[in-house]
């Protein structure tokens, strides 16, 4: 069993800046890719980005590339997803999500467990 703990959530200004951070427990963070969904108002939740279990490869949904960056420390067993340039569309509930195969599939959305989502508001 695995628990993930997110925050980092809030609000923030079009344009501003955000860091989310997502810590597990229950097994060491290097036995998983981990990564990072959405659920916006109205929507399915969707893929964001994620990163394979050591770092070596990331990967990122269309819509946040060169503005997104993910990154994690196995030490902490917390990943991070730095959020710059924010816009409102990218108003959601982030949710932390780990995979034990591989980033791919992490990806397509087999996600072992997940977290329990923190809120991120852009406002215009």
């Known amino acids: 069993q695995v628990q993930l703990v997110e925050s980092g959530g809030g609000l923030v200004q079009s344009g501003g800046s955000l860091r989310v951070s997502c810590v597990a427990s229950?097994?060491?963070?290097?036995?998983?890719?981990m990564g990072w969904f959405r659920q916006g108002p109205g929507k399915e939740r969707e893929f964001v980005a994620a990163s394979s279990k050591f770092g070596a490869t990331t990967s990122y949904t269309d819509s946040v590339k060169g503005r997104f960056t993910i990154s994690r420390d196995n030490a902490k067993n917390t990943v991070y997803l730095q959020m710059n340039s924010l816009k409102p569309e990218d108003t959601a509930i982030y949710y932390c999500?780990?995979?034990?195969?591989?980033?791919?599939?992490?990806?397509?959305?087999?996600?072992?467990?997940w977290g329990q989502g923190t809120q991120v508001t852009v406002s215009s």
């Open positions: 229950g097994r060491p963070s290097s036995t998983y890719a």
């Open positions: 999500a780990v995979n034990s195969v591989s980033i791919g599939q992490l990806r397509g959305g087999l996600v072992d467990y």
